[in-house]
């Protein structure tokens, strides 16, 4: 378990190392997750996010958004909708929804070690601000796929980590949109608390082009907490 830990570790440094240059964008953001209804076969989730760029222009997102989840013994049916707000005094200020859907399929490897795969489709809303004011829409498929690796404890507290690769399929992103992504590779920890709350951490590098068609890195850093 050690050496495999150690081995997801130092491939994602050895990405970390070759993707950091001139073009590179860091963020932070912070997650609120809430279990509306949990059962067996049913989960409706509420979440609310903040994210800012840390480089000029430093804007900020405000979000919201639900989802449901029906479980299907390996499958797990998602859908739902974002809603995103992003802004700041020296861009075009607008708004996002988004509404998707998703199918996720987990298939056990040794133990309680599992992978995960998923596809999912978006479709985004854009509405900017201004004198200029418009609207604009697109669609886009991600396939994600990742393995969750539990840390025995005797403990009721536990840990899971959770690395991750995921590709975006897109066509004609909005014209406005600074962010249209290709690939991201992420890692996620999660540590189970003993109210059976959670606390999750995890690091995300996004490569994405701008309207100009100018490549770059987005290094994204996430604490949430789910009750």
Request: glycine share 6%; net charge neutral; no cysteine.
């Amino acid at each position: 378990m050690k050496k495999f830990l150690l081995g997801i570790l130092g491939f994602f440094l050895f990405i970390l190392s070759n993707q950091v240059l001139g073009q590179d964008e860091f963020f932070h953001e912070i997650a609120v997750e809430k279990n509306l209804i949990e059962s067996e076969e049913w989960e409706f989730i509420g979440e609310a996010n903040f994210k800012h760029l840390y480089d000029e222009p430093a804007w900020r997102r405000w979000g919201v958004s639900f989802a449901g989840v029906r479980n299907i013994k390996r499958f797990r049916i998602h859908g739902g909708v974002k809603s995103y707000y992003t802004f700041n005094r020296d861009i075009t200020n607008f708004f996002e929804v988004r509404p998707w859907t998703a199918v996720q399929y987990n298939i056990p490897i040794v133990g309680e070690i599992a992978l995960r795969q998923r596809l999912k489709y978006e479709w985004r809303f854009f509405y900017t601000q201004g004198d200029n004011s418009s609207r604009e829409n697109y669609r886009r498929l991600r396939y994600q796929i990742g393995i969750d690796v539990p840390l025995a404890s005797e403990k009721k507290s536990s840990w899971v980590i959770r690395p991750y690769f995921e590709w975006f399929f897109i066509r004609d992103p909005a014209t406005f949109e600074r962010f249209s992504n290709e690939r991201d590779y992420g890692i996620t920890v999660i540590k189970s608390l003993k109210n059976e709350h959670e606390l999750f951490f995890s690091y995300r590098l996004e490569e994405f082009y701008n309207i100009d068609t100018e490549r770059g890195n987005g290094h994204i850093f996430l604490i949430g907490y789910s009750f």
